[in-house]
């Protein structure tokens, strides 16, 4: 069975940083291509981005420059840095394979505000 469970969220003041923990289970880890998604408060969840098996990443425009993923393959674990937190960044945040469409975790709420 499939199990992603992320941690580390919290409420940040503007310009703050935060790490995000994902942790999986069920699946051979590093042959998966692994997201991170973010779901405003009643609004679809969207992209936010991945890391590649080679540990390439691809980051949406609205994160790019200020949030960093990394992978630990050995443990099962993806990492989600973010950096200069903005307001707008307030979201539960999920990861997940890239592109899958079930096994959701329970998602950890970042709120950035002063």
């Known amino acids: 069975q499939v199990q992603f469970v992320e941690s580390g969220g919290g409420l940040i003041q503007p310009g703050g940083s935060l790490r995000l923990s994902c942790a999986a289970s069920?699946?051979?880890?590093?042959?998966?291509?692994i997201a991170w998604y973010r779901q405003h408060t009643g609004k679809e969840r969207e992209f936010v981005g991945y890391?590649?098996?080679?540990?390439?990443?691809n980051y949406a425009d609205s994160v790019k420059g200020r949030f960093t993923i990394s992978r630990d393959d050995g443990n099962n674990m993806v990492y989600l840095e973010m950096n200069n937190l903005k307001p707008e960044d307030t979201a539960v945040y999920y990861c997940?394979?890239?592109?899958?469409?079930?096994?959701w975790g329970q998602g950890t709420q970042v709120t950035v505000s002063s």
């Open positions: 890391i590649s098996t080679g540990r390439s990443t």
């Open positions: 069920g699946i051979t880890f590093s042959a998966f291509y």
């Open positions: 997940n394979k890239l592109g899958a469409s079930d096994s």
